[in-house]
């Protein structure tokens, strides 16, 4: 699991972009959104265990690099003289070197990832301390959670935009001759640090110096460091003038009161030389270093003794004559309560004041950032406008419609990077992993060989992306209980760790009822399926899902087309997926407008998109069954090849569609008809409700062809359940054919 992060460079407070993930494509990305002027972007320097929703030391898995992170501002040895000294160690040891734009990384690739935990860890982490030191480098950054700005992007802290940039590549190496090459130079520091930096190696006479003043010594050297850890608590009050530096650190610049001008400037003309940081203080005016509490006495005219007070009372917390509910604070505030009621950490019970600071929030809004139009990141469709990375999808249909095939065809063609059904262009292949769960290992390569004879798919480049489970071999079912839904983590966590290792992009289950044991009839129950294990496998690791999906059974008296209102589980599968097609079967208005005879209209469907989060619903296309023969059969005894179905695109001749089919509004249009009126079912009566329809629909009532679909038309909404027919005696007293409303006449969304 990989950890990148975007944070503002003047070091404001509150949410920031980041994201966890086991995608490099994903860190590419977000590195190119979030690279901007005023923002940096970091990456963690080893990898998080899986499933890790914070960045910390304990929730790293193993180290893969030791880094270095040396800032040139730390230092008097001037950049050049760094470069080069780098350079030269690098021939005893092939570390790679990064320019940050603001000082150097160095990074030493382990042959082996060394697992948290373990002794090696430990030895590790040791040897990086060590190479810190030796190298000068930045103590803060010195632990194997720390960040490192991400290659590729830019340093704008100093104004101009600084490319981080690799200026020499590394090699792997043991950790054994890590340990040589720093007992090689006895581990000494290559570098000399810049005067006046808390906690460095620093000249004799400064820390004797120092030392009479009492940074080095407890309680005074506690002071100072918590007063450099701890900057914006009181340098705006000692210096109203400050100016905060931009940066992911407090820092600042301020002109020195406490001297005169070298140049007799007035106060207000005098340039900032006073620079404040968490590693130092200096004046660059004299070359001065001071203390927090040296800078406080200089400013304020005071004694050791006063300015310790002034600076206690700025960094540690005021006592109160008056109680203070901190709780109640706190909640107001919005931050969780730091009170507990378990006691210390050993288990005992007490009631001393518990020492830990408040937790950081769970929640965290963040502002959202807008990047210029021509930056804002595409989705990531794969293919079809469907299948869409780190998300699932649905196709819906009734058993014999072909979802099977289509899923196969579809599959097939991304992994060889073909559109098989269309004219869509692939920049690569993609890694396809197709399980189906009800049929035989030999029926399913029965298929693929036919869809492969069919589109001329070499076998060869079949074989090297299309992967193949089935429910026999490899039986998965997510979730079970029936109701009581529960969802087996284990097996979710063994199927994302095979997306992973295998670098599969796009994963088609079919179908859905065979991947759990819960009941889909029961709506509510289908829901934790969809979001707690598919969804959550799609989102880990950024590949697409599409779960093939049955209907349901129609009510009685109902023959119409299926939506995807009709899937199993109704509403809690359609809301739980991204996007949902739908594959129905040619109706008899739609053969009679296609010229097509009742029997062959078996064998074309339409898919339809029918949930479209992402894109626009309608129809996708039409498919038509073509059978194809394999050479499997027998001449010597007279059996003949296998025949198998495979779907291939079929376009409805050019203005072939004489009548559009009715809509929703057109049919609560035609039922309100009804209210005001009888009407036939006879198309001889002058009172065929076939006419109704033509005026609904702009047919041309003196076309026979067109006539001829406006009947079909009628069929197919009697079959539907919109209307019905009725008998009963007309005027005449004879017994006739009337059209009246069905038992879907109160049905909305039609």
Same mark, same amino acid.
């Given at each position: ?273 006073? %620079?404040? +940081?968490?590693?130092? !203080?200096?004046?660059? /005016? =004299? #070359? @001065?270093?001071?203390?927090? &509490? ?95 990375? %780190?998300? +699932?999808?649905?196709? !819906?249909?009734?058993? /014999? =419609? #072909? @979802?099977?095939?289509?899923? &196969? ?97 796009? +994963? ?243």
């Amino acid at each position: 699991m990989y950890y990148i992060c975007a944070l503002y460079d003047d070091g404001r407070q509150g949410g920031f972009p980041q994201l966890f993930t086991t995608d490099t494509t994903a860190l590419e990305q977000f590195a190119e959104r979030w690279d901007r002027p005023g923002m940096s972007v970091y990456q963690c320097v080893s990898t998080l265990q899986p499933g890790a929703q914070r960045r910390s030391r304990d929730t790293v898995a193993e180290l893969t690099t030791l880094h270095v992170d040396i800032d040139l501002r730390m230092l008097t040895t001037t950049p050049e003289v760094v470069r080069q000294k780098l350079l030269e160690l690098s021939l005893s040891l092939p570390v790679e070197i990064r320019n940050s734009g603001g000082g150097y990384h160095v990074l030493v690739e382990l042959k082996e990832p060394v697992r948290a935990g373990t002794p090696e860890f430990e030895r590790a982490n040791a040897l990086r301390g060590a190479l810190t030191r030796m190298l000068c480098g930045d103590p803060a950054p010195d632990h194997h959670a720390a960040l490192l700005r991400r290659v590729g992007t830019h340093n704008t802290k100093y104004g101009e935009a600084r490319l981080c940039q690799v200026e020499k590549a590394g090699a792997p190496v043991d950790i054994t001759d890590l340990e040589a090459f720093i007992e090689l130079y006895d581990g000494k520091p290559q570098f000399e640090w810049a005067p006046k930096l808390s906690g460095h190696a620093q000249k004799p006479e400064r820390e004797e110096r120092e030392r009479e003043n009492g940074f080095d010594d407890s309680p005074c050297a506690e002071l100072n460091t918590a007063a450099l850890r701890n900057l914006p608590a009181w340098v705006p009050e000692l210096l109203p003038d400050a100016k905060r530096r931009s940066g992911r650190y407090a820092a600042y610049d301020a002109v020195n009161p406490s001297r005169p001008s070298s140049t007799g400037r007035p106060y207000e003309q005098r340039k900032r030389n006073l %620079g404040i +940081v968490g590693s130092g !203080i200096k004046d660059f /005016g =004299t #070359g @001065k270093g001071y203390s927090p &509490l040296d800078l406080v006495m200089a400013v304020r005219g005071s004694s050791l003794a006063e300015a310790f007070c002034w600076l206690e009372e700025k960094l540690l917390p005021q006592k109160s004559d008056i109680e203070i509910d901190l709780d109640k604070i706190i909640e107001a505030q919005g931050s969780p309560s730091i009170m507990s009621d378990a006691g210390d950490d050993d288990g005992h019970g007490g009631d001393e004041q518990p020492k830990e600071t408040p937790k950081r929030r769970r929640i965290n809004p963040m502002p959202l950032i807008l990047p210029r139009e021509r930056d804002v990141p595409r989705r990531q469709f794969l293919y079809g406008m469907h299948y869409m990375r %780190g998300t +699932v999808s649905g196709t !819906i249909g009734t058993g /014999g =419609t #072909g @979802k099977s095939t289509l899923g &196969l065809i579809e599959g097939i063609g991304m992994a060889v990077a073909r559109d098989l059904l269309g004219g869509e262009k692939f920049k690569a292949p993609l890694r396809v992993w197709y399980h189906n769960a009800e049929e035989t290992m030999e029926e399913l390569t029965r298929r693929c060989v036919a869809i492969c004879k069919h589109f001329n798919v070499p076998a060869e480049e079949f074989e090297r992306n299309f992967l193949v489970t089935n429910g026999f071999e490899t039986p998965i079912k997510v979730a079970n209980g029936g109701r009581d839904v529960k969802i087996d983590a284990v097996l979710r966590k063994e199927i994302i760790d095979v997306i992973v290792e295998l670098k599969i992009d796009v +994963v088609i289950f079919d179908p859905l009822v065979a991947m759990h044991r819960v009941h889909e009839d029961f709506n509510s129950a289908l829901d934790p399926v969809i979001r707690d294990a598919f969804c959550k496998i799609a989102h880990d690791t950024n590949c697409s899902i599409d779960l093939c999906h049955h209907t349901r059974k129609k009510a009685a008296g109902q023959d119409s087309e299926y939506t995807v209102a009709d899937s199993r589980g109704g509403q809690s599968f359609i809301d739980a997926v991204r996007g949902a097609r739908v594959l129905n079967t040619m109706s008899k208005s739609e053969a009679t407008n296609f010229d097509l005879s009742e029997e062959n209209r078996f064998d074309y469907m339409r898919l339809s998109r029918g949930k479209a989060n992402m894109v626009r619903r309608g129809i996708i296309g039409w498919y038509q069954f073509t059978a194809v023969d394999l050479d499997n059969g027998s001449e010597e005894e007279g059996i003949a090849g296998d025949s198998v179905g495979v779907l291939q695109r079929w376009d409805p001749p050019r203005d072939s569609e004489l009548v559009g089919q009715p809509t929703h509004e057109d049919r609560q249009h035609l039922l309100g008809a009804l209210q005001y009126g009888e009407y036939r079912y006879d198309p001889r009566s002058p009172e065929w409700f076939g006419f109704k329809i033509a005026d609904r629909l702009g047919a041309d009532k003196r076309e026979p062809r067109q006539m001829k679909v406006v009947a079909a038309i009628l069929d197919d909404l009697i079959e539907e359940g919109t209307f019905k027919i009725e008998e009963r005696r007309d005027k005449e007293r004879k017994l006739r054919e009337f059209v009246v409303p069905g038992i879907l006449a109160g049905v909305e969304n039609l």
